[in-house]
Structures are given as C-alpha cells and as structure tokens.
C-alpha cells in the first residue's frame, strides 16, 4: 500500500474526533443489546424458553455482520476513496438503526407491517405479528452492521491517510481504543437506560401529554432512535472537514471471490456453532442442554473448506484482500492468535451470559432490573479494559 500523508487545511486531530463518534456508536450496538434481550421477548410477547435461540440472533447477527464488513471495507475504500466509503457506511447503519427503532412489537405497522403483509400474501396464512417483529428487528441489526463494522477499517485508513507515517502509531491506537471502549460499556449503557426509561415511564407520558404529543412512554427502541440524530451530526461534520481533502484512489481490482469465501467462511463458522440447542423452562445448566442437530458438522466443514479456498486464493492474488504474508513475522501472528482467543472468551461472557441469567424472568418491570444489574456484573469485567486500552 502507498505511504501517503495527505495535506490540507483539515486538522488531522479534529478529523480524528469526529470520525471516533460514529466508531464509538457502532462499537456500542454490539453488546448493547445483551443485557435487554429478554425484555424485547417479553415485549413481543413472545415464551422466552422457547425462542431464544432465534432472539440471541439479535446480538448473533450482529457480531457477524460487523465481522463480515470489518474485512473487507477498507479495500472498498482504497478503490472508490474514503469519503465516499465512509458516507456509505454511515448512511447504512443509520438505516439499520432505523428499522429497529421504528419496529412494532405486534408486527402490523411500519416496516413489520410491510413484512407481514408479504408473508401473508405469500403463504395464505397470518403469521405471528410477534415473530414478524422479530425479524425486522434482526435484519436490522444486520443492516447496522454492515454499516457499523464497515466504518472502522475505514476511519483508520482516513487517519492514517491525515497523519503523516511518523504520527499515525497515536491516533490508530486511539481508534482501536474508541472502538474497545465502545463495545466493552454497551452492555452497561444498555441495561443503565433501560431502567431508567422503565423507572420514569409515567413522567415521560405526563410531558409528552403536556406538549401535545400522544406518544408512549420511550423503551428499548428509543436507544436506536438515539444513533440518528447523534450520527446525522457526525456525518455532516465530517462532509464539511473532509470538503478540500483530495481523495485518492488505489488502482487494481477488489478481491469479490475472497470477500465471498471469508464471509462464507465466517457464517459458516457462527451457524454450526450455535446450532439450535433445545432450551425449556427447565433447563438450568448446559449439560441438560440437547445435542446439536444434523446439519451443523456438515455445515462447520464446509467453512473449514472455504477457509482453505480463501488461504489458497489470497496467496495467488495480485491485489488480495488480506496480504496474508504478513502472518510470517511470529511476532504479529501470535499477537493475532492471541487476540483471537481472548476475544472468543470475552464474547462467551458478554453475549452469552446476559442471556442465560435472564432466561427465566418473564416481567417487564423485573427484566428491566435485570438488565441494570447484569450491566453492573460485567462491569467488573469491562471497566479495566476499556481503561487499559487508553494506554495501550
């Protein structure tokens, strides 16, 4: 890749700043979820032992999306320039961010309306309005990933483009930091809000009567409301810096056949391993749990297959999507290694237990308790790294 420090009347520092706001958001939406996920099956009144395998793709779905977007969007954004990407990005997951928040738990309005509607016509018969609900609301935590994971590749190529090669090692570390500090406090902010939101619902209604408005009390959803606004500042603060920065494109081509491999790679990888497990009202440790069906070896060696394809195909690639070379410095493949395994374990404890500890609460007002205090648990866990990852 070409070293370059591009020079304009943009200061590089500002430009870090408000690139870092939507890095942050998105970190957020990673695991802010977590810590409520049982309430927004209560609230699509929904038996929470018997879906939640489907709701965890909430927060699954996610994680993939932002992974699958994390590999290849800062080549995109070599090829067609930054300011463009990162437009793009943001757009995207102001869209996803959208169709969350605008979600109706009975599933007959808006974008779930839409939805239902076709899946009636289609099939002749009335789905469940809370299942349609919950649909719409996992394609849109998709569709903000896709956004959300794409911006942080492309922010660091930004920044390091801004900086001169001397300069860059601060401001990466300091995204690679915001994007930590995001995601290791969203499960906190999550659950934070929704109590308080759950704690103040009767204000809320008595000021939105006051000035005219008939609008419920706000929940979960008002959360992704909050992403719009905060990343419609950001995206025209970043037009305006970025308005006399010339932006350079890279020759060569994008890798589409390794894009396709790692990301078949990746949701290979995420539906063998979390293959429906049986989940009832009794279950109360992983060894009662059901064996994993049919389908999920099968499907587990087909990512290893594609794995291998992908390995084979960057090795002979003259513009490849990972210049796997770089993995023969043992320095940088251990510390990837070890990245990998850490981050795996962290998930375990951020994802999967929010859910488990709440699976048998079927309250609003005790899930929303839940949430804070589950919040409050992985703190322990979480406030050392997002305060070590400054420094580091």
């Known amino acids: 890749m070409k070293e370059r420090a591009q020079t304009s009347a943009v200061n590089p520092w500002l430009m870090l700043i408000l690139v870092s706001i939507p890095v942050f958001i998105g970190a957020l939406d990673l695991t802010i979820v977590s810590a409520f996920l049982p309430e927004i099956i209560v609230r699509l009144e929904l038996p ?99 956004g959300a994971g794409a911006i942080v ?100 081509r994008f890798d589409w056949l390794g894009a396709l491999l790692i990301s078949g790679t990746l949701i290979s990888l995420v539906v063998g391993l979390g293959a429906k ?32 394809g992908f390995i084979f195909v960057e090795l002979r690639k003259a513009d490849p999507l990972f210049d796997l070379h770089v993995f023969a410095r043992r320095n940088l493949a251990a510390g990837a290694a070890t990245n990998l395994f850490v981050g795996f374990c962290l998930m375990i404890g951020l994802v999967s237990v929010p859910i488990m500890v709440n699976i048998r609460a079927e309250d609003v007002n005790a899930l929303a308790d839940a949430a804070l205090k589950v919040g409050i648990l992985l703190s322990a866990l979480t406030i050392p790294m997002a305060l070590a990852a400054v420094p580091g």
Not at 119 to 124: E, K, M, P, Y
Not at 279 to 286: K, P, R, V
């Open 277 to 308: 497990l049986e989940i009832s009202s009794a279950t109360a440790n992983f060894s009662e749990l059901g064996g994993l069906p049919s389908y999920a070896l099968p499907v587990l060696a087909l990512g290893g297959l594609m794995l291998a």
């Open 153 to 252: 590749p492309v922010s660091l190529a930004l920044v390091g483009d801004l900086f001169p090669a001397h300069r860059r090692a601060q401001p990466l570390g300091m995204i690679g930091a915001i994007d930590t500090l995001g995601w290791v406090l969203g499960h906190l902010y999550g659950g934070v809000m929704v109590k308080f939101f759950a704690d103040h619902a009767a204000g809320f209604e008595a000021l939105f009567r006051q000035i005219g408005l008939s609008w419920d009390a706000p929940d979960w959803r008002a959360l992704f409301w909050l992403n719009l606004p905060i990343s419609l500042i950001a995206l025209v603060a970043v037009l305006w810096a970025l308005r006399s920065v010339p932006q350079e494109r890279a020759h060569g």
């Open 48 to 146: 929470p032992q018997m879906v939640i395998n489907d709701a965890a793709w909430v927060v699954t779905g996610y994680l993939l999306a932002y992974t699958i977007s994390l590999t290849f969007m800062g080549r995109v954004s070599d090829l067609v320039g930054r300011r463009a990407a990162f437009i793009a990005c943001l757009i995207i997951f102001m869209i996803g961010s959208f169709v969350v928040a605008e979600v109706d738990p009975q599933g007959r309005q808006g974008i779930a309306g839409w939805l239902y509607n076709f899946i009636f016509r289609l099939q002749g018969v009335r789905p469940e309005g809370g299942n349609i609900a919950l649909i719409t609301i996992i394609i849109g935590r998709i569709i903000q990933a896709l």
